[in-house]
């Protein structure tokens, strides 16, 4: 029977992912901001850090930075010298997210690259293989994002997508939605990839996660 809940959730944030003022201050600025307020929460944070220092990220990429929340939390996992490039199509967005990334000391780690990530992912491709992979952008691309991730990927690295739950509607048939219909086909895809090991951590709207096996020589 699961038994997340709301107290595990404040008990998980409150041992393991307790925001220092610089995060608390930029989660309450996003919406205040004039963002909407649909950035990760700080377990989930926490999470990616450490999904981004266990594969010993030198180099990272996020799709969708909003007001750079969750950008400071992968930030702080990169490996010395590490570099994270994360795209945000809205340049207003783009202009908030960097003044937190200022703000977090992490400025000199971090590029905000501004346009679509459509249209800017088949450019990035000579810039890995990459480490790590967030995917928090809109969600009928997602299917996209994960052709795009899993050539570009390292052996080994690891791939993580936010909202994997979309807010319980992938498991309510009532749900038809195009961003809907995109989660569970993603979700899907990335549960039977050959090449990927996958699962989902169910803190807040869930994260799904794969680590990349790498595609035997011949495939290559």
């Not at 929460?41 to 930075?65: K, M, N, W, Y």
């Not at 501004?114 to 810039?127: I, Q």
């Not at 992979?133 to 997602?142: L, N, P, R, S």
Request: neutral net charge; charged residues 20%; proline residues 6%.
């Amino acid at each position: 029977m699961a038994t997340y809940s709301d107290a595990l959730s404040s008990y998980i944030r409150q041992t393991f992912a307790r925001e220092d003022e610089v995060l608390a201050h930029i989660r309450q600025a996003i919406p205040e901001r004039g963002l909407p307020a649909i950035t990760v929460q700080p377990e989930e944070g926490r999470f990616l850090q450490f999904l981004a220092t266990v594969c010993d990220s030198h180099l990272a990429l996020e799709i969708g930075t909003l007001g750079g929340y969750s950008g400071v939390w992968i930030a702080r996992g990169l490996a010395s010298g590490g570099r994270l490039i994360t795209i945000e199509k809205i340049p207003a967005r783009a202009t908030v997210a960097r003044e937190h990334f200022q703000l977090a000391g992490v400025a000199e780690r971090v590029e905000v690259r501004v346009g679509n990530a459509h249209d800017l992912l088949p450019g990035l491709g000579s810039e890995g293989p990459f480490d790590f992979i967030f995917i928090d952008a809109e969600k009928q691309g997602y299917p996209a994002y994960l052709d795009w991730a899993v050539v570009n990927l390292r052996p080994g690295g690891v791939l993580a997508a936010h909202n994997a739950f979309r807010h319980g509607a992938v498991v309510d048939p009532s749900h038809h939605d195009p961003a809907t219909k995109a989660i569970r086909n993603f979700n899907r895809r990335l549960a039977d990839h050959p090449h990927l090991v996958s699962a989902v951590f169910p803190a807040g709207d869930g994260i799904a996660i794969a680590v990349f096996r790498g595609k035997p020589r011949d495939n290559c």
